[in-house]
Structure formats: structure tokens, C-alpha cells
């Protein structure tokens, strides 16, 4: 049996990773932050992500704001031009620890189907 407070503390885990998995869960945001990844440190700016896209730039626009507000990416301004990079560390760790607790929970889950399994 999985211990209440486990399962507490990995629905807490869902909820904290939940705007993460939605950033995450759209095609043209996941060719966005690739782009970055690609780009380095130095990150882009609109026109550049824009041009990598069929969308118009208050598309683009939006979803870096979905990007930006789930913690992937980060921006810093030069002059009038506003960059964009990737910002994945703490995202990175927050998700380690949910693919811990889920593990733990189905290890727990299979060692107690092989014990049942072995009482017949």
C-alpha cells in the first residue's frame, strides 16, 4: 500500500509541474525553445523566432509569454531588442524529483503484485 502522505506529495509535485507540462505540450512552443537551444547563451529575439515559423509575431509573442511565465526561457533587453533563451535548470530538477516519486510509487505498485503473484 502507498503511503498517504506520498501520494500528497506527489499530487503537489503534478500541480507544481502542471504549467510546465502545458508549456511543454504545444508543437510550435517545443520548436521554440529548440531554436534557443540551438542559438546558445546568446538566445534570440522575435524576428529571428518568428522567422523559423509560419506565425505572426504576436503568435510568437504569446508563446513565449507561456514559455516565460512556466519558467523555461528567460529574457534580457539590448537596446530595443528583447532576447529570448532557455532557463531550464530549477524546471529540470522540479521534474527529477516528480519521475522519483512516480517511480517509487510503481516499484511500490509492482513489489506488491509480485507478492501477491507469489502467494498463489
Known amino acids: 500500500m502507498i503511503d498517504k502522505k506520498e501520494i500528497k506529495r506527489t499530487l503537489q509535485l503534478f500541480k507544481t509541474c502542471g504549467p510546465l507540462f502545458l508549456a511543454l505540450g504545444d508543437n510550435i512552443r517545443q520548436n521554440l525553445l ?10 534570440m529575439n522575435v524576428t ?10 504576436p503568435a510568437i509573442s504569446h508563446h513565449l509569454k507561456v514559455l516565460k511565465d512556466s519558467h523555461l526561457i528567460k529574457s534580457y533587453k539590448i537596446g530595443p531588442q528583447v532576447f529570448y533563451s ?20 510503481v516499484d511500490k505498485i509492482s513489489a506488491a503484485g509480485a507478492a501477491v503473484t507469489a502467494s498463489l
Do not use: Y
Open 86 to 105: 532557455l532557463d531550464l535548470k530549477d524546471n529540470i530538477k522540479e521534474l527529477k524529483i516528480l519521475i522519483a516519486s512516480i517511480e517509487a510509487i
Open 48 to 57: 529571428e523566432l518568428t522567422a523559423n515559423t509560419h506565425l505572426s509575431r
Open 34 to 43: 529548440l531554436d534557443m537551444a540551438n542559438a546558445g547563451d546568446k538566445g
